[in-house]
């Protein structure tokens, strides 16, 4: 018999490698506590969160957590089934309605998860003889619903308004045509040029979907995302989202003004096939998103934090992902895998957690701290968080690590 599990030997050396010299395994990490948006308990020790994308706080709301625990109470633990099978619950409908109104959209469809909502909307939008037309650093969401369905799939270059526009060109005018888009890259935290994106899709005439997951509570004047802030929404034709990151919780969506839209609830896999979310979880979502609607201070204050942590990396030196701070998310370019695992876990050492990314989560050969921002950060946290770059570096021996890598 042949093992299954030969194809990973290449994967569990590279990361027996890593452990045995001496980091720890990123993946044991425990939060025995979670005291605040930004802070939790790890090994006994306070240690400041910097790699949530609780955006804007909202999972220790005291009128969304009181939402929570009154439809626990009052409708029980789980659906125990899919919206198709075992029905809607008033929090289902309610939570479509806030969608609805949080994005001035005439439909709204609630799915588990983010990762649900992309596998469902790109598998069953695009059939067969179909064009889906993506970025190339596209989330694993979004990939895995291009291999779910039937369609041709297209990549362009990351953020390429050129290339999107040779590859529209060389497609058949008449042919079904899917572009997708997403407001923020969660890797490096750059933002996509979509009125320059949206205007050459439309041009070619396909339909447009925007993914808003880092972008939903802050960019543009509602808070919908950045195809709010761009100017586009009239050319959008579907946004999808996720509870898990500004909302506080988990579930995904997706809205649009489609006429047809409502027939996704029979034909849309991931949607009928598995569980709803739980009443608890949508009641906490509905009532995070109506707050949403009304969180100006908030959405200020969180990007006067992601500016301050952003300007006061480059100041000492650190190489980011960015020129310029665009996005809650501040990546810290590291020079390889070993410095990226020694550095993540000094960070942890001194008590801040941060994200550790590489391929092929990643694009290729890109190693990366990422920090995302909470409009809960205090100044002071980022003060710490600053000081504790810089100790993790001189650890490390960043900087002389870097110089060489620079100079080969
Ligand atoms: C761009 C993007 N889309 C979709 C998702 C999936 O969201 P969820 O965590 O709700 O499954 C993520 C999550 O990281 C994401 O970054």
Not at 62 to 84: C, K, N, P, Q
Not at 161 to 189: C, T
Not at 355 to 360: E, K
Request: proline fraction near 3%; charged fraction near 20%.
């Amino acid at each position: 018999m042949s093992d299954l599990f030969s194809k990973f030997d290449p994967l569990i050396s590279e990361r027996a490698g890593v452990l045995a010299k001496g980091v720890r395994d990123p993946f044991a990490i425990v939060m025995q506590q979670v005291k605040s948006p930004t802070v939790a308990v790890i090994d006994g020790r306070d240690t400041i969160l910097l790699g949530t994308y609780n955006y804007m706080g909202m999972t220790f709301d005291a009128d969304v957590i009181a939402a929570g625990e009154t439809a626990l109470r009052d409708f029980g633990a789980g659906t125990t089934g899919s919206r198709v099978l075992n029905g809607t619950y008033q929090g289902h409908k309610e939570c479509e309605e806030a969608l609805k109104d949080f994005y001035g959209m005439e439909h709204a469809i609630v799915f588990s998860t983010g990762y649900l909502a992309n596998l469902g909307m790109v598998s069953t939008l695009a059939g067969k003889g179909d064009y889906i037309i993506l970025d190339a650093d596209s989330h694993a969401s979004i990939y895995d619903g291009c291999y779910l369905g039937n369609a041709d799939i297209v990549r362009f270059k990351h953020n390429s308004a050129e290339d999107l526009e040779k590859r529209l060109r060389r497609l058949p005018p008449e042919a079904g045509k899917l572009v997708i888009l997403e407001g923020v890259y969660s890797m490096l935290g750059d933002i996509a040029p979509l009125k320059e994106l949206v205007g050459i899709a439309k041009a070619h005439g396909a339909m447009v979907l925007v993914d808003e997951a880092h972008g939903m509570g802050f960019f543009g004047e509602h808070g919908r995302g950045v195809y709010e802030a761009a100017g586009v929404a009239d050319d959008v034709d579907f946004v999808v989202g996720t509870f898990s990151k500004s909302v506080g919780t988990v579930g995904g969506f997706c809205v649009s003004n489609h006429p047809k839209f409502e027939i996704l609830r029979l034909v849309c896999r991931p949607y009928t096939f598995t569980a709803s979310l739980p009443p608890a979880v949508v009641a906490c979502a509905a009532t995070s998103i109506r707050k949403l609607m009304h969180a100006g201070e908030k959405r200020q204050r969180l990007w006067e934090m992601s500016r301050k942590l952003h300007g006061g990396l480059l100041a000492r030196g650190f190489r980011l992902a960015t020129e310029t701070c665009e996005s809650a998310i501040v990546s810290v370019l590291m020079p390889d895998q070993e410095t990226t695992v020694r550095m993540w876990q000094a960070m942890l050492e001194l008590g801040v957690y941060v994200n550790m990314s590489r391929p092929p989560a990643t694009p290729a050969g890109v190693f990366l701290l990422r920090c995302s921002l909470c409009a809960e950060h205090s100044a002071a946290q980022l003060e710490i968080v600053l000081e504790r770059f810089g100790q993790a570096a001189a650890m490390v021996g960043l900087f002389e690590t870097a110089v060489e890598v620079a100079a080969e």
